[in-house]
């Protein structure tokens, strides 16, 4: 019994790995058009491998989270608000991919995914409303943050604390944030973009859900 406790918690995160590996190569596919325009190959990028890669962010989300908390009195407005929207983007994409790793683990689904065996997995939460939701809030967390790197001070300020993070051991999460800055301000119109991810992301959701 202890045996099959601990091969269910060592098979847990292989599956979620796979799962992320599946999905970050789809997306690629599914952009791959947007991402070879110059103007987005570095939002591109980011997005596939610091956004929607297959790594443990668990440090790094933790940072963001009390960052946030602590800056939240000093700081109001969209640059708070533009942080929250990816907390919450963040929290809740990693919910529905626990929720989809646990019941490959509990349908015995091996990791070597197919796109039929995905949807089958995809459709069966039954959570239509929730990945809609989540598509919009995409949307929105993109839009809010593109916004606030186009503002100066953000960057010049990244630029100032970076070595002081570094030395303080927050070295990781200030690398995340000068290259999420980086990759957002060289897009000066992501109006493609954001609109890209709306149509395709809603149309996958919907032949996904009804698919027979």
Request: charged share 25%; glycine share 6%.
């Amino acid at each position: 019994m202890i045996n099959q406790a601990s091969n269910t918690e060592e098979k847990f995160p292989v599956l979620k790995q796979a799962l992320q590996h599946f999905q970050t190569a789809r997306i690629r596919k599914t952009y791959a058009d947007v991402v070879a325009m110059p103007q987005y190959a570095k939002l591109g990028e980011f997005f596939f491998e610091q956004i929607y890669g297959p790594q443990d962010f668990g440090f790094r989300n933790h940072s963001i989270k009390s960052l946030h908390h602590k800056l939240s009195g000093f700081l109001k407005g969209e640059i708070i608000d533009g942080v929250g929207k990816v907390i919450e983007l963040q929290d809740l994409s990693d919910a529905l991919d626990e929720q989809m790793a646990q019941l490959m683990l509990e349908e015995r689904i091996r990791e070597d995914l197919t796109m039929e065996k995905y949807a089958e997995i995809y459709r069966s939460l039954d959570n239509y409303e929730q990945r809609v939701y989540q598509i919009d809030l995409m949307v929105d967390a993109v839009t809010a943050i593109h916004h606030i790197s186009q503002m100066r001070f953000i960057g010049w300020s990244l630029k100032v604390v970076s070595k002081a993070a570094h030395l303080a051991g927050m070295g990781k999460i200030i690398d995340f944030l000068v290259q999420g800055y980086d990759a957002f301000h060289s897009a000066k119109d992501i109006g493609f973009f954001v609109q890209a991810i709306n149509q395709r992301e809603k149309a996958l959701n919907d032949r996904l859900f009804d698919a027979n």
